[in-house]
């Protein structure tokens, strides 16, 4: 299998952190969905990361679609349980961390592709807006040691590579006192070998603007 995208996107290290905790051989793409657009087009048609191609040449888009299938080959070792009350928590707790995303990767677009007198402030005050909001019922739902309770899950993994991501690139939402909970439980797992075997190389940095 081939990942493709680079690790300063949270949706692709997700998979990669997913691949790694499964043991999961896999090789990479790391084109920038920027600068190598053009060839990163040819195989996920909307210019997006993350992309799995498979060894029959299947290509596979979007993570969530993505992970349904690693899922699916994990069977009994799957970062989420087969049904029920459970399952339904770790996909809620995964679609808030994954929604805060878009509203911050939508305030990181905003300010990278238009100069400051070309964006508009009540779009980047809503996503922010948004933003906190979404940290603010993670902390609220959070449970312990894991966001979901007892084990790993996918909600672990995507509510880690958010923080990481807003670290470095937009953290003015992300408070050191109301979501130290959050911050917290993202550096445990960044120490755990998956998250660790997923780390960034230096050069996988969408260009500052
Ligand atoms: N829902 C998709 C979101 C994918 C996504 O937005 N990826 C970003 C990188 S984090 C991307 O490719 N952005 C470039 C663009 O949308 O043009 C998923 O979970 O895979």
Redesign the pocket.
């Known amino acids: 299998m081939i990942l493709v995208?680079q690790y300063?996107?949270?949706?692709?290290r997700?998979?990669a952190v997913a691949l790694h905790h499964y043991g999961m051989p896999f090789t990479r793409d790391t084109r920038s969905?920027?600068g190598d657009?053009q060839a990163?087009s040819k195989i996920?048609p909307?210019?997006?990361?993350?992309a799995l191609v498979l060894d029959d040449g299947e290509v596979l888009?979007?993570?969530?679609?993505?992970l349904d299938y690693l899922d699916e080959q994990a069977g009994d070792a799957a970062l989420i349980p087969g049904a029920g009350p459970a399952r339904r928590r770790v996909l809620q707790m995964t679609a808030l961390a994954?929604g805060t995303?878009?509203k911050v990767?939508a305030v990181v677009?905003e300010r990278h592709f238009h100069a400051p007198e070309h964006r508009s402030t009540a779009w980047l005050d809503r996503c922010l807006g948004q933003a906190r909001a979404g940290l603010d019922e993670l902390t609220r739902r959070l449970a312990a040691p894991y966001a979901c309770g007892p084990t790993l899950s996918h909600a672990d993994v995507m509510i880690t590579t958010l923080i990481w991501?807003m670290q470095d690139r937009m953290g003015e939402v992300l408070s050191h006192t109301a979501h130290a909970d959050l911050i917290r439980l993202a550096e445990r797992c960044e120490d755990l070998p998956a998250f660790r075997a997923a780390a960034l190389s230096d050069f996988e940095k969408?260009p500052r603007s």
């Open positions: 995208g300063d996107s949270p949706v692709t997700r998979v969905i920027f657009a990163v996920s909307l210019t997006r990361i993350p888009i979007d993570s969530a679609a993505i994954q995303l878009e990767a677009y991501y969408m």
